[in-house]
């Protein structure tokens, strides 16, 4: 018999979602158990040994900000820092981090052992136990049981997970471990209901099998800062580079020869795949005419000799692999270690999540990561960070936390996940953000230091640096708005030299440096302030230029954040017990009354309310509530 | 969209009594039960087919006896006009063959349809934008030919083609700067900058056309406003009755008779006009005729021409020359006009020195022929004659057509010197609000595009 068998939250799995719930929930000061199959594979990277990118980036950020573990971890386990996209404007400027797989897991492994409150346990769960529509606890393969408050499950790739290879296929997890087997049927008794995904990933070569000199190097940048605001003007000096090759006519021919043995065309596997991460063998088939397709090698860790093929992911057999190998420049005699291969599993069919994580099905299960449709370790490590505040402040009869899409790039997950209804998994990228000018990079702490000082995951100690911070940009910003420069002929001979037009009545700080070609420093010369009152910090100083230069573009945006907010905040269901309700469509009431959306801004982005509704709906409960919310939401 | 009941719907759709083929629609969930009960086809094809073509008979069913000898087309869901299930019963042009399908349609099961429910039905299944439903309410209730030139335009989807080639045109230059900008380490070819700053220069000009267009057709869709201004007693009233051929306004040698304005239709040659007598303009004597100067300002404002109406019976006074100024002023093409020609002439000729001026007395009804030639040479000469060109918007409509151009003047000017992810933004909003010109409250998924046109994947 266990010693103890009550916790108040337990989290199943210790993938990326599941590392992230289980630490929040910790450091919450709730105790928590982190059940997992394999004490080894803790917080394993199965794919690419990269964390960031843009949209991603930003989430890791955002992890940071919130009082999440991915953004440190990472931080102190890269082997390389990169910016992406400066020169594209600061809504999708993001890093991106090589990351050291091996020291990842051992760093993120310590941090488990090390953290109050946490315990740490390798077991198989087959089982969860509900009671009454609620849970209750978790059993183990080994007939162990555990009860529970809440039950946080981030299962990732492995519910009856099935490798393919070519034309073989087994029962099977990443990196030649045990699918779990026996949880899913428990979900589906519970009344969950499932879909099975697919995901596949490339060949690892041995290092000194490829001829690198063949290949583009793609160093990092060493000022490129980390993701953790206390990193941002961390210098990487040290860093290990990738490399770039490219696929030619001989590749496509290699593949094309191979082709009758692709899943694909074999069609043993389910087609329901990320579509931005398509394999060789579906790129060559969807765009014939495409010769030249990327390669990126990366390196998986300081000391690895294994390389990682970034754009060869496929699951066609070991020959074929090989085969595609010899027609790569550098790669010719390259030598497979691991082959590509993918994976199909078990996840959630849509619409059965919330935005908080929770299940819409039984109470107190929540859910994280991979399991809920989604790919990527960012995006797990995301929803299992709010999964566990939510299962927190639900264990302490608080109100939850729903992050908002206006707000977090955390909030455009969760609010997208949970409408989610497309059959292919989910990615996040600033594509899904339209208030993306606003969820910038460099603003995570500005947008969630205080939601995670509230909640409890920034300490008071931490979040008072980070305000000084904001508070020294924010004043700067006010400062050069008062700031300004007379039409002298000295000014404008000045400015003249700038190239940067002329001067005809006096101009604030702020429209100088609004316009075209003029920096921070420019403009201070020009206003002629001196050094002492100057912001010297990079980051500080790209913070002002960049809120002051787009600042059109940010109010137009505010505008419409106040709609969406202000939706955002009537939640669903609602009773719609008024009589002058009946004009709207019996399909709109039917939703309204249902446990469907979590709030009106879901339902009207599914577009299941006109505009036109929308507005009876909002006279209708302004009314009623005595202009409680005397908000005008304009008919945009 | 509220779920009515669908009925079918049946109506002869060739002109009554003319042509040897007449020809009648079926539409509606039961057309192929309907019909099958009615239409004895000799032939082994299984009816009905998408899309197909059956020779046969309509047989009344209780007696047996063949109605008519015809040709029966099928459509199924979605792929007809209605985008429901519909059938053409082709019979003989005879009026009483044809009345007798229509009965025994409507017998078994069928509705005859109101004046433009097959229209109505064709829009709420998507087979017809918006612009395009409110051409056909126009094209049934145009007065006058320019008015059903303008909504046959509509009908041919002009403008909502037009708008749709230009939002797919900014699709196409959105999906590749997104893809870029989302996708940063993918092989997507940067885009040209240059290339696109001419395009949305082509775009602009292009949209601002439309935009005139549009103005022109809301112009002539609710009557161009001409406005007739003199002082008191000038006889306003007096010309506005004789223009009508009716006595419309109150006309007293009262000075200040008309203390409100006054609107009428009616039509210059091709087109509706709006008459619009107004109080006479002089130094306010109490509130209420102040309030009526005041409208006949507004008059001048939303005027598209303005009549300049004087006494020539009387010397010029300091009112007229204060008329004179104020017509001037408003930048609108005038017309002026020397009323009470009939009475010994007092008015300085030089009064009306290098304006247009026509000669009236409106008490003898004579001079109203040169007025309207002036007229109409105004129109023709505002280029509202184009008639072609004229397209047709609802309020929302214009509101989002322009917010479409600011948007692009902001990508137009800012392009080169602004970052892409802030060009990105000017040209979503310019496409989701030309999508709204259109009524398409679909949204363009930008990501899934980008997918469908390029190699994204690591
Ligand atoms: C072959 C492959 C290819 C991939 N390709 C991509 C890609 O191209 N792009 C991309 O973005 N992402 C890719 N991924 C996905 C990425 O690995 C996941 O998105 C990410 O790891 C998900 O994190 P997670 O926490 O949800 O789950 P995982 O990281 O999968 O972790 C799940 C954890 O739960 C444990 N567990 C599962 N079931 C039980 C149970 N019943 N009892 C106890 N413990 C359990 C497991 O042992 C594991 O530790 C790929 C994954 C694989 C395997
Ligand atoms: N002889 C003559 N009298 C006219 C003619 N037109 C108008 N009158 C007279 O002029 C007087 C004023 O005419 P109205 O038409 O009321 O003038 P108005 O400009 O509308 O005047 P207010 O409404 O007071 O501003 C009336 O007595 C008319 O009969 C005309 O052509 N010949
Ligand atoms: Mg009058």
Redesign the pocket.
Known sequence: MEKRNHFSVIVVGAGHAGCEAALASARLGVDTLLLTMNISTVALMPCNPSIGGPGKGHLVREIGALGGEMAQCIDETCVQMKWLNTSKGPAVRSRRAQADKYLYRQRMLNTLFNTPNLLLRQGHVTEIIVDGGRVAGVRLETGVGFSCEKLIVTSGTYLNSRIILGRASWDGAPQNQSAAIGLSDSLVKAGVRLRRLQTATPPRVLKSSVDLTKLTELPGDVDAGGFLWENRLRRYEKQISCFLTFTDERSVEAVRRNLSESPLMLENITDEGPKHCPSIDRKIMKFPDMVKHQIFVEPEGWESQELYLQGLTTAMPPSAQQDILASVAGLENAVVLRYGYAIEYDALAPGQIRKTMESRVVDGLYTAGQLNGTSGYEEAAGQGLIAAINAVLALKKQPPYWPSRTKSYLGVLVDDLSTWEKPEPYRITPGHAEFRLTLRDDSAERRLAADGFRIGLVSQERFASIYEWSARIEKEIARLGVLSLLPSGEARERLARFNSGDLKKPASGNELLQRPGINYQEAMDLLQQPFESRLTAADEIYAVETEIKSSGYAEREAEKILQTAFLEKIHLPMITADPRLQVLSSQAIQILNSDRFDDLSQMVRKHCLSRTEVAILLSVLAENSEGENEVEVKND | MSKLKIDTIAAVSTPAGRSAISLIRVSGPETFKILSKLFKTGGKKAFPLPYSAYFGAIVEPDTGLVADKCLVTTFLAPKSYTGEDLAEVSTHGNPVVVSRVMQLLLKNGARAAEAGEFTRRAFLHGKMDLLEVEAVSQLLSAGTASQARLALNQLDGLPSKFVARIRDRLIHNLVQLEASLNFPEDAVEAIDEHLLAIEIKHILAELHVFARNARNGNLVADGLRIALL??????????MNYMLGRER??????????RDTLEEAMMIGDFPVKII?T??MRRPGDRIEAMGIERTGQAVDSAFAIVG?F?G?QPVSSEDILVLDRIKSSQKPFILVC?????PQRLEESFFSGCPTVE?????ASGLPQLVKTLREIISSSGLSELEEMVLLGAQQSVSLDKALAALERADQGIGTMYQDMLAIDLEEAVRELGRVNGETVDVNTLDLIFERFCIGK
Request: glycine share 12%.
């Open positions: 003199g002082r008191p007693n000038s006889g306003k009233s007096s010309l306004a109150i006309v007293t040698d009262i000075a200040g008779t008309t007598d109080a006479g109406v006494d019976s009323n009470k020609t009939d009475l009236i007395s409106s008490l003898k």
